[in-house]
C-alpha cells in the first residue's frame, strides 16, 4: 500500500534498469504525494478518521529521512509520522534483501549492517534499534517465503 502511487508513474521509469537521470528521479518521487491522494480518494467516506490518517501518512511520508534530507516534504524526525518511519525500515529492508530488476538481493548481514549505519541519518535509532532486535523473525519470515 505504501508504493500505491507507483501507479501514477510512468513504467518506463519505474522499471529502468540503472541509475535514474535527475528528471526520472523526479518523476519516481511523486509516487508518495500521488499515493496520499489515491488513498484519501479511496477512502473517502471512512468515518475512522484516524485509519485514514495512517494509511495516508505511510503513503505519503515513507521515503522522509531521520536528517530531513527525504521526501516528499523534508520532514525531519518526530515531524515524520510515527506509521511512517516504520514503513521506511520495512521498506527499505525489503528493497536491500529482495532481487530487482536494476540490481540482485543483498545479503541479510549487509542490509542489517547497511540500515545500523543509517540510524540516525535515513532512519528514527529508537525504532531502528528495536528494529535490529528482531533480525531472526524477519530472517525467517524471508527464508519462508523463497
Known amino acids: ?16 534498469p ?12 511523486r509516487h508518495a504525494a500521488e499515493g496520499a491522494r489515491i488513498v484519501e480518494s479511496i477512502l473517502q467516506g471512512v468515518e475512522d478518521d484516524e485509519f485514514v490518517c495512517v494509511a495516508r501518512n505511510v503513503a505519503c511520508y515513507h521515503h522522509e529521512k ?3 534530507t527525504g521526501y516528499p516534504s523534508g520532514k525531519g524526525e518526530t515531524d515524520i509520522p510515527l506509521e511512517s518511519r ?3 525500515l520495512a521498506d527499505v529492508f525489503d528493497a536491500l534483501v529482495s532481487r ?24 528514527d535509532p529508537e525504532l531502528g534499534r528495536i528494529f535490529m532486535e528482531c ?9 519462508g517465503c523463497k
Open 135 to 143: 533480525r531472526p523473525e524477519l530472517e525467517a519470515f524471508y527464508e
Open 66 to 68: 531521520w536528517n530531513g
Open 100 to 123: 530487482r530488476c536494476y540490481k540482485e538481493a543483498f545479503s541479510y548481514d549487509e542490509a542489517f549492517s547497511i540500515i545500523e549505519e543509517s540510524l540516525g541519518q535515513h532512519f
Open 18 to 29: 540503472g541509475k535514474y537521470t535527475e528528471e526520472e528521479y523526479a518523476e519516481m518521487k
Open 86 to 88: 516504520i514503513m521506511a
Open 1 to 16: 500500500m505504501h508504493d500505491l502511487g507507483k501507479i501514477a508513474i510512468d513504467d518506463a521509469v519505474l522499471r529502468k
